[in-house]
């Protein structure tokens, strides 16, 4: 005999909440329920995601706790500064996935320079595959769900913290779906077909201080992470390269394997390969290898991940499934969909 | 208790039988024996399909009989001319389902004139939303997957052919990974990105007989195709824009929801919407909209397939599935992987 | 000694406002004026054409006429139902260059039926390619810049109207930069990239009565037109499938030879040869090519053009050598940016 | 009265010869003579080079002395190998601009270590942009023309490295044609679109030590490099994000302001715009723009340049117009073709 969760997704006009229903459809133990969203409320849901046929006489509702309350698990797909005030509306007994930015970091300080306003307060952080992380998401009834950028920088680098200086540089290439439905010039497809841009460049991107809070976690001091996110013309994924300076010959390669030799999702490449964004995408898994420019004792990791699956709305699902006690793996795979 | 279906794959180098290989690992029924290739034998199956983690260390082997051999199904995903000798020495306990054009068209004639060499003779043909169809591929032990473009343009057009004059005209753009990988000039990256292109204009390709046999045999009388497929910058999906003459004011739309309202994977979108292949990426969906130009009394139907999916890999799932007599949809999904 | 041109260009900030200034950068004879916006007035041309290095200290001014007076030259890039008001003010010494679609229908009833509002005149239309219309174009005071899927569609099958039927079938692969910047999810590059899909399907679309016009002029009777456009997952150009049905066995390759065999921007190419939309990129050129389906007895011309080039901007500086008596192809190329 | 410079270019039937001739095709003082080739001599040119119909009826002949002996300016785009033996036979009239790596390092060591075999010497190298580099190309013969990432990473960290640490972080992102024509699967459009990939990763990259020969020349001590490439889903483009520990709160902007105030083709963006790929494609310019991390005292300066042109075939047109006291910008532009 099967539990069934009823879910409900508020933000599901936007790619994030369209990713959470992709899979949530394919979630063998997932019932769908209240699907809502803001100026797109009385919409059919298939103007908005035309790839959701089995939804496709569904209408979108009002976000408000009335029509969130009644579901296991609430999903939310909003902009930052409104999943405190939902999430207390609907009380203990339902389990809160935000995708949003609002409870990710745990210092008031950077909420407050980063994001402006009052933090909101932390949750358990969504990245099981951090050392500690796993435990606290165990009947967690609230989860704040990685940025997308942390998620691929931070696995990226954790497994090296012992064995590096303390700043670490990522580029990271991306695609536009990271940037959500905005309606900017920027993100017409005549604007970024053929071209790559850079954005949030010299630290001001909000990701960097997540990247930092979890790499500095793991290592137990202050890592610095200078941060460039790089705009390139594909709808999906994100392509990290990672690098910092050794401290010693360690033995890269082995730290790597201990560290995620376990995990479902995180797969070290064999040598001679290296990721790509679509052999993930659509897929929960992460694809990483690692180099060592022996010139300059340099670590180089080069991480692949969807951004809107593993790096957002796969990652809200394996929580649950942590948060519920189902398999952690339920409706989630490690196949992307290539070519 | 569940029948557990072991098949094998020939050809699983290349992007059928990649994608052969996504679905089934999703298939609730099966487990994935022999995989085998031709110049790549002896490859790790990753460096050819770098997005099937779980069969990260899976190595290909020859195609050969003795290899192919012991399997439920053997899917063929070959050059055409390799099927039926290869078929012949399985024999008739396996399931074998090709994804080639060998056993596609029912006329010798038409096998000569468009391919060359001896026609092998015909399988049972696996579209089964064709009427008439599903009913031959229950139980059987051979299946001719259709080409691509045939499916998109038969199942656009199928349900019009008693409404339209005998001649139809079918324009398809379809993304690269149809044309397989072959290492041409012309399917290079720097060459297709930003650029469209026809190819076989002038009713040169080869998928022109076999729409017309498909349209010819439901109307039960000759409809000449005008074909011509265009190359567009995306990695998979046909869009096919198809018209015809109509003969007189019959409720177009009507004949449409008549014939698909009960196909789990053919959908006639709402009044208003429209297809787009990204809305159908990765699953066996067809989505369909119709139009009737009024100053020429004209049907133009719009479909969308992803070709390696429905359009390929997706339909011999199908097809394996009503041969064994499993549900028809195990394995499969409509919903597309988007944006 | 060298004339030079001062020309003003209204609707700086869009895309065929940009493609007007990279072209007339290039021309030996124009100094360029002023440069006009709506909503964008004020801002830094940069902004909005950042490909546009040497006019990077320029400010956007106000649509005015009082901007645009004292210029020999102004082009109209503005949506249609503006450019009379202005030509009125502007006296009849200065040409003007409408690349919007005010002055292109030459019937009323037609303009009334697909733009709606009253019909303000026909202007010499910009296609000198089209018989007799090169005539009319020199010396001309005011000129209507043709519509990127007319200019194509007419130029593939003008040389053919004596030898075809009176029905033409027209499918054209459209980049997304013929829709403007306007800010629309569709547009989105994560919606675009990887996608394709139709609109104004079934006659829907407003260039139909303009290729109806063309066609019908040239051939004098009416030709009838089955549009159907298609957007593909690339910024510029359009690839235009037509066919129609041959009346006889004429030899078609010669007419279209002979029709162009003196223009300098529309070349049909080598047989054996296709056209490609990046083989234009950028370029004043269309490249054709022509085949008999022999089964079919039906004439599919394949024809490539940049739809913000020859498609619009091309065409409107092409025409302003017409007007000014400047040589017909200052400024403009034959060479495409590919790959 | 003016001169007219005869060239010939070998290797016209790749990506670098097909730039080098759309560029000398709009050249006021060039005549294009012998195309040659490797295997596709006796091939058409438009079978290569379908964008260059005004040479529609050129063939490719062999690339052999004889048959480049008599032209002015002879440019080699040919694999590295090759160009001193064909140097050496046209003898020291003729001015030879090779776009391939034989010429470019200094160091035979390094030579060796990076490519193999023995060092053919250097030539003059084609950064006229550089400290020094622009009076040894005046009246040149030889011309040795930069690696692409070496073009843009050089222009964009040269300014910086009296100011900085002597340790640089690239990650450049690049379109695939910077890879030529070579018939690899990884290549393949289905394979590149919606995909990004790195590749040379952890130094490996034989850009890096021309990268870090500019640098120590320009500063005056060894800089070291680490330098990944990363493969994107567009055809032209590169764009670098370059950064640096900043030795002190020196005025970092002021720096490149000064160094590029005069150079027609690198232009320091205003403050609040960003270099994008599109902005520069097709055209010579390099659009740069500088930010600091104010947390980590860092310098990051983001570089856009088209690799085929300024990256490679407007370097070789630069550098012939100093090699024969024609004005530098001729037959060049800063206007890149967008969107």
Redesign the interface.
Same mark, same amino acid.
């Given at each position: 005999m099967r539990m069934t969760v009823r879910i409900a997704v508020a933000g599901a006009s936007g790619?994030a909440g @369209?990713e959470l229903l992709?899979l949530l459809?394919?979630h063998p133990d997932v019932e769908i329920g209240a699907l809502t969203a803001h100026s797109s409320a009385g919409d059919?849901l298939?103007?908005?995601?035309?790839? /959701?046929?089995?939804l496709?006489d569904r209408r979108l509702q009002d976000t408000t706790a009335e029509v969130l309350r009644g579901h296991d698990v609430v999903f939310l797909a909003l902009p930052h500064g409104h999943s405190a005030a939902i999430a207390e509306q609907l009380g203990d007994d339902v389990v809160v996935v935000d995708c949003g930015a609002d409870h990710r970091l745990t210092s008031a300080d950077d909420w407050t320079r980063w994001y402006g306003g009052e933090h909101a307060g932390s949750w358990p952080y969504g990245l099981p595959e951090l050392p500690g992380q796993r435990d606290a998401l165990v009947g967690a009834r609230r989860v704040a769900v990685p940025g997308c950028y942390p998620t691929v920088s931070s696995l990226a680098l954790a497994p090296a913290v012992g064995l590096i200086e303390d700043?670490v540089?990522v580029?990271a290439?991306s695609?536009?779906?990271g %940037?959500g439905?905005s /309606?900017?010039?920027n /993100?017409? @497809?005549?604007?970024?077909?053929?071209? %790559?841009?850079?954005?949030g460049?010299?630290? %001001?991107h909000r990701h960097t201080p997540e990247i930092s809070q979890n790499l500095s976690a793991v290592a137990g001091r202050r890592i610095?992470v200078?941060f460039?996110p790089?705009l390139?013309?594909?709808?999906?994924?994100i392509?990290a390269?990672c690098?910092a300076q050794l401290k010693d010959g360690a033995d890269v390669r082995e730290a790597y394997e201990k560290a995620y030799a376990d995990e479902p999702f995180v797969?070290l490449?064999?040598e001679g390969?290296?990721?790509?964004?679509?052999?993930?995408?659509?897929?929960n898994?992460v694809?990483l290898?690692v180099?060592?420019?022996?010139?300059?004792n340099?670590l180089?990791v080069?991480a %692949?991940v969807d951004n809107l699956a593993k790096g957002t709305a796969g990652a809200a699902v394996q929580c649950m499934n942590l948060a519920l006690g189902l398999p952690e793996t339920s409706g989630l795979?490690?196949?992307?969909?290539?070519?």
């Open positions: 790619y @369209g992709r459809l394919g059919l298939l103007k908005h995601q035309p790839h /959701l046929l089995p496709a700043e540089v580029v290439v695609g536009t779906s %940037a439905k /309606l900017k010039p /993100l017409l @497809g005549s604007e970024v077909m053929g071209s %790559a841009s850079a954005y460049v010299g630290g %001001a610095a200078s460039t790089v390139a013309p594909m709808s999906r994924g392509l390269t690098s797969h490449l064999p390969f290296w990721p790509t964004t679509n052999a993930v995408l659509g897929s898994a694809q290898q180099a060592v420019d022996a010139d300059l340099r180089v080069v %692949a795979s490690t196949v992307g969909v290539a070519p």
